[in-house]
């Protein structure tokens, strides 16, 4: 690290070795199946790197999060400032609402990192203390406010179920994303065209929208 506190060129790039060979071993062997010594080899790194970047395997596995979610999480967030502002204190058509949420994270993880959602995926089937509080942590303000959006929009929908229905949504986002987009590509290949990323959010959200409304 120089003296102004800047990492050189050689630590950036360790950092980011690190953080690559963490996305993908945490995807394919889980939080706690990945072992430091897993990470320090794929990585082509040592323990002291990792300690020195990251302090822990949580903390590490805090920095492959940050690296995706927080860029996510802070356009929801901005789209959303927009969109009630233009609205002038009028609910949001739950459409839109559904839009700006998952919107961000298609275009970003469509394009950029495409192993999160398998990532994410499986950190949900393992559950691990650490994990879950950190999911929360990085996502909870957001969730929050899309989620009294939603009880503006279908006041006589119960605030469980948003959050249920919130869930729901996030998970076929995650499915979709991940291992569903493959399989779903040689289904629709097969009848003559492969889905587009508009074709795939607007499905999404015309499949989230209904799902939102149901006894509301």
Do not use: W
């Not at 492959?64 to 002038?88: K, S």
Request: charged share 20%; with cysteine.
């Amino acid at each position: 690290m120089s003296s102004n506190g800047a990492q050189s060129p050689q630590s950036e790039s360790t950092r980011a070795r690190i953080v690559t060979a963490a996305e993908r071993l945490f995807a394919e062997r889980g939080f706690a199946g990945t072992t430091m010594r897993d990470l320090t080899t794929s990585a082509g790194t040592n323990l002291a790197a990792v300690n020195y970047h990251f302090g822990s395997k949580e903390g590490l596995l805090e920095a492959v999060f940050r690296t995706y979610l927080e860029p996510i999480m802070a356009e929801r967030l901005r789209l959303i400032d927009a969109a009630e502002a233009q609205a002038a204190g009028q609910p949001l058509p739950l459409r839109t609402i559904i839009e700006l949420y998952v919107g961000p994270a298609v275009r970003s993880l469509s394009r950029d990192r495409a192993g999160i959602p398998s990532l994410m995926s499986r950190l949900h089937q393992e559950p691990h203390p650490a994990v879950e509080e950190l999911i929360l942590r990085l996502t909870q303000p957001v969730i929050a406010r899309y989620a009294a959006a939603v009880q503006r929009t279908l006041p006589a929908l119960d605030p469980v179920r948003i959050l249920i229905r919130g869930h729901l949504m996030t998970g076929a986002m995650l499915y979709i994303l991940g291992h569903g987009r493959l399989l779903l590509s040689k289904q629709v290949s097969a009848q003559g065209g492969a889905p587009s990323e508009a074709d795939l959010l607007q499905e999404l959200v015309s499949f989230c929208e209904a799902g939102f409304r149901q006894n509301a």
